[in-house]
């Protein structure tokens, strides 16, 4: 079943219903897809703070009111406990678990911070000829953990994670143009070529995701990716933290397109 | 005396010793101004809130550590208490004074947001020879409230201001393209042409500001404003909040051109 042309409530509907817990990379096409981080709102001031901050990483998508399950702008429709396909549990930044619908754990205190997926320019990168390897494979986009650091604001600090794929040479051009207008959904790349440079030493291995085939001819391009927060999390280790499993991402009613203006 | 092409910091040095104290509209040309708003750490959440919330009036271009005058990143040997012309102070809501220093009235709980300013895109539009009025009459930009509402966040609540600078017909695609691209300066313009359908009665009278001359042939063009917290402080009327006057903005050591990027 090829969920790339179906609507974002059917496919909220399936995550909740429990029908489908997988990546959602590729599936309704055009639409926007979003990072999770749930926090205490003692917590909300730090992190809001250190999205600010770090809007490369971090680009917030929206804020929910406190205590509240539903958003406002981006998915009015959606049940932020139940709606993703796969959740984590942090405590004092060790994972707890992962799950496929946090409402036994939910608490009147937190407030959620959906920010911005680079899945969202895939489409325009596709459009334009561009490959992209793990849609090809069926694959969850590979991510790794940095020694670039983020600026740290309140409790929260660490470094940045990225997303990788591979793009034949004489398309990264194209592929940083096309990027870069979408700041919202993390932008250009932050770093072209020898993954050494930025502090990954097996790129075979990624931290989140699975591997895909690099060709011959292809250098690994990187972007910021909104896992950051859980590698933040790791290092800043809150009580409590509910995020996304990475890769399994809040598929929202908003157009892609539609931010970039 | 000229400043246009003055270096930041030697402008912020004559505003910390009063030897200038009037607007910044066309100064040190091609580095980016900045809105003020200082509010007690208590409401700083809440208005955080508001400006993600709200980021065609309210782009932030950073925000202090809670007590600090002075900043990381934008303008690292500036003090935010002498270093810009002209500041004024609210109390409930209420316009107490305007003030060149305001070092006695500052509190160890105040955090400072600074909000990109609509005067970093017209070095972009007279490059491109759209005419920028105000700068030829060198006068203050003319601004008004209207009948757009932000969204609220917490406590903060209210309208919408906007700056308007009259472009000739011919040239306003041109002006929405080259601000469009200026996002984090309030980007391409919110409403073109007839003031009423914005709730601007009387064009000839701005809320803030001066007014500029319109000539035949030219459309009132209206852009998102950093003087909307202002509203928003006399809506919502917190106990206490430092801004600057009007048009009276700090000078970062920020290039324009490094915030489209």
Redesign the interface.
């Known amino acids: 079943m090829d969920y790339a042309h179906a609507l974002p409530k059917e496919v909220r509907e399936k995550f909740r219903t429990g029908e489908l817990d997988g990546q959602t990379s590729g599936m309704c096409e055009g639409y926007a897809q979003a990072n999770l981080v749930c926090l205490p709102r003692e917590l909300?001031?730090d992190f809001?703070?250190f999205a600010?901050?770090n809007p490369r990483p971090c680009p917030?998508l929206?804020?929910s009111d406190t205590g509240s399950r539903t958003l406002?702008t981006i998915a009015p429709g959606a049940d932020l406990a139940t709606d993703l396909p796969r959740y984590r549990i942090y405590q004092k930044g060790e994972l707890q678990g992962e799950y496929t619908d946090v409402r036994p754990y939910w608490r009147d205190d937190l407030v959620s911070f959906l920010i911005g997926c680079s899945f969202s320019f895939e489409g325009d990168l596709l459009a334009a000829d561009v490959p992209v390897r793990q849609i090809e494979e069926g694959r969850n986009v590979p991510m790794y953990n940095t020694n670039i650091a983020c600026?740290p604001a309140g409790v929260f600090h660490g470094s940045m994670v990225v997303s990788m794929r591979p793009i034949p040479y004489a398309l990264v051009p194209k592929a940083v143009q096309i990027t870069?207008q979408m700041?919202r959904v993390h932008g250009?790349p932050i770093h072209i070529g020898d993954p050494e440079v930025i502090g990954i030493h097996d790129l075979a291995h990624p931290d989140y995701g699975e591997m895909v085939t690099i060709h011959e001819g292809e250098v690994p391009v990187f972007w910021p990716c909104g896992v950051t927060p859980q590698n933040v999390i790791m290092a800043s280790k809150p009580d409590f933290c509910i995020t996304h499993s990475p890769g399994h991402m809040l598929i929202t009613d908003i157009k892609n397109v539609n931010l970039k203006?």
Do not use: W
């Open positions: 909300a001031y809001l703070l600010q901050r917030l929206e804020v406002h600026q870069g700041p250009a203006y």
